[in-house]
């Protein structure tokens, strides 16, 4: 089964702090996504990466950057966290069998 | 401009009572419908691809089906296990997913 594993559950940053989300997948797949998801506003993609050094915005990519030095690791990166992005993000691969969701992190900003 | 629609967007159920949640949506150049569960505080977990009108896939007590225009999931006699959050999506041009808002589906014994 593939893998699509989050660093981090729970996260509790102060406003103004750089974050960085880790996502890490053990299937050598090449597409990985990054979303948050919100009550009542769904799943939106933020940043995505289709081959290393890679990256491509979504739909809502302001605030927000992505790096992907290696094929396994895609990292989200709040340069100066807000409120606004207290959500839950989620990390995607996908594979040849479709797309794998990491299990989040819920982040909250202070 | 794509985009996707689920109703309800709650649906309480008892033990044993089938229904079906709808996803509509407009895309050109639809590449595959997917249903995914989702479970409280976790990822979205895949159900299902669909990928051209009249395809069906079953699993369970889950029955997913595909028009041009929409998605139905099917829950006969459901179990409260199958309380969950459903999400659709849609995948056009590229290798992105168009998700749904998504309906909360609870299941009362």
């Known amino acids: 089964d593939v893998k699509v594993t989050q660093s981090s559950r729970y996260l509790v940053k102060r406003t103004g702090e750089k974050v960085f989300l880790e996502c890490v997948q053990d299937m050598d797949h090449e597409n990985m996504f990054w979303y948050r998801q919100d009550p009542g506003l769904g799943l939106r993609l933020i940043y995505f990466?289709?081959?290393?050094?890679?990256?491509e915005k979504g739909d809502i990519p302001e605030g927000y950057s992505v790096s992907r030095e290696k094929k396994e690791r895609f990292s989200l990166i709040l340069e100066s966290a807000s409120t606004n992005q207290t959500s839950m993000y989620l990390c995607?691969?996908?594979?040849?069998?479709?797309?794998?969701f990491g299990s989040g992190t819920r982040l909250t900003v202070v | 401009e794509d985009q996707v629609t689920q109703s309800p967007e709650a649906l309480r159920l008892q033990e044993g009572e089938s229904s079906s949640l709808n996803c509509s949506y407009t895309?050109?150049?639809?590449?595959?419908l997917f249903w995914y569960r989702q479970d409280p505080g976790k990822g979205p977990e895949f159900l299902f691809t669909l990928y051209s009108a009249g395809e069906e896939k079953e699993k369970e007590r889950l029955k997913a089906t595909l028009t041009k225009k929409e998605s139905f999931l099917h829950i006969t006699a459901p179990k409260p296990e199958d309380s969950a959050t459903y999400l659709c999506a849609f995948q056009a041009a590229g290798n992105k997913l168009t998700f749904g808002g998504g309906t909360r589906v609870l299941v009362k014994p």
């Open positions: 990466s289709y081959d290393v050094k890679m990256k």
């Open positions: 995607a691969t996908l594979g040849h069998y479709g797309y794998t």
């Open positions: 895309v050109s150049g639809l590449r595959g």
